[in-house]
């Protein structure tokens, strides 16, 4: 049974470009949220989707943009990069339509911006 | 909005035990979760109280008191693998994280 799956493990773009990140849920979950981990904080919660939707969303600029597909699986769109963007991305997954307190994260992606 | 405290760092030999406290405030609550991260890791799921009381899994027990908005995280018999970085979240349809606590275990 895989589990959360992430893609690409890392990325270095430049400052004002745009980046796109991709995740697969763990087998038979239906929710994806997204969180963002500077380096010695705790993640900060981006967005959450389920049926295709955004629920929820924390304190992040329209910049933050994503998507959910048909397969559960979920993209996060970063446009017009900053250097402060740099980060881990974490993705997670959980059942049931609702955030679960137990949420299943993947490896994460290390984004460098320059 | 959400707010949680933890201490930054906690260091211990192997085979003592840890206590790591968390405090939060609120605008939503549901229940405290509890994470570890290893270095280069992803957090991994530790334990949950959504009801006042202490909650035990193995070597790993977790309390919670919704009137003093306060929980903790109790390591038992540690353990050289339990080097790692501890996040309390508060579960309210999604998870708000504290900073870590970041436990070094000593032989």
């Known amino acids: 049974d895989a589990g959360v799956t992430q893609s690409p493990t890392h990325l270095i773009k430049t400052r004002g470009q745009q980046v796109t990140l991709r995740c697969s849920p763990k087998s038979g979950h239906d929710t994806v949220s997204w969180y963002q981990q500077a380096l010695g904080q705790g993640p900060q919660f981006i967005f959450q989707?389920?049926?295709?939707?955004?629920?929820q969303r924390g304190n992040f600029p329209d910049r933050f943009s994503g998507h959910q597909f048909p397969n559960y699986s979920s993209e996060l769109n970063v446009n017009a990069l900053l250097l402060g963007d740099s980060a881990l991305y974490l993705c997670?997954?959980?059942?049931?339509?609702?955030?679960?307190?137990?949420?299943?994260f993947g490896p994460g992606t290390r984004l460098t911006v320059t | 909005g959400q707010s949680l405290e933890q201490p930054s760092e906690v260091t211990a030999v192997e085979g003592a035990i840890v206590q790591i406290n968390c405090t939060y405030q609120?605008?939503?609550?549901?229940?405290l979760s509890w994470y570890q991260q290893h270095d280069g890791g992803a957090p991994t799921f530790l334990s949950y109280?959504?009801?006042?009381g202490l909650e035990e899994t193995g070597r790993f027990s977790s309390f919670l008191s919704r009137s003093d908005s306060y929980g903790y995280l109790l390591l038992q018999e540690l353990q050289m693998k339990d080097s790692a970085s501890y996040f309390c979240a508060v579960n309210d349809y999604k998870l708000s994280f504290g900073a870590g606590t970041t436990v070094t275990v000593r032989a």
């Open positions: 609120t605008s939503g609550f549901y229940g």
């Open positions: 109280n959504g009801l006042d």
């Open positions: 997670a997954s959980s059942p049931g339509g609702q955030g679960s307190y137990e949420q299943y």
């Open positions: 989707y389920y049926e295709e939707e955004e629920r």
